[in-house]
């Protein structure tokens, strides 16, 4: 059994910054590709961020240049430093792994931007 849980949301004022944090537990062997996603309300959840085994990133272009992601392969865990925030980056926020051809999914930490 996988778990993913995430942690660092909260209520941010416009130009401020938060870091959210993955932990992945369970039965893992190697996690290859791990992301970060976003849902708002009434809108479909989308990718934020993207993160392979080796390292490499890719960024929304909405984010790209304000955000970063990484990960810690020893410690299972993954991160999204979030800077420059506005109104426009409140959702719920999800840590999404993939292991060994599985997908597997955190509950989300919600994300407020808001003066």
């Known amino acids: 059994q996988v778990q993913l849980v995430e942690s660092g949301g909260g209520l941010v004022q416009p130009g401020g910054s938060l870091r959210l944090s993955c932990v992945v537990s369970?039965?893992?062997?190697?996690?290859?590709?791990m992301g970060w996603y976003r849902q708002a309300p009434g809108k479909q959840r989308e990718l934020v961020a993207r993160?392979?085994?080796?390292?490499?990133?890719n960024y929304v272009d909405s984010v790209r240049g304000r955000f970063t992601i990484s990960r810690d392969n020893a410690k299972n865990k993954g991160y999204l430093q979030m800077n420059s925030l506005n109104s426009e980056d409140t959702a719920v926020y999800f840590c999404?792994?993939?292991?060994?051809?599985?997908?597997?999914w955190g509950q989300g930490t919600q994300v407020t931007v808001s003066s």
């Open positions: 999404q792994a993939d292991i060994r051809g599985f997908s597997y």
């Open positions: 369970g039965s893992i062997f190697i996690i290859d590709s």
């Open positions: 993160i392979t085994g080796g390292g490499s990133a």
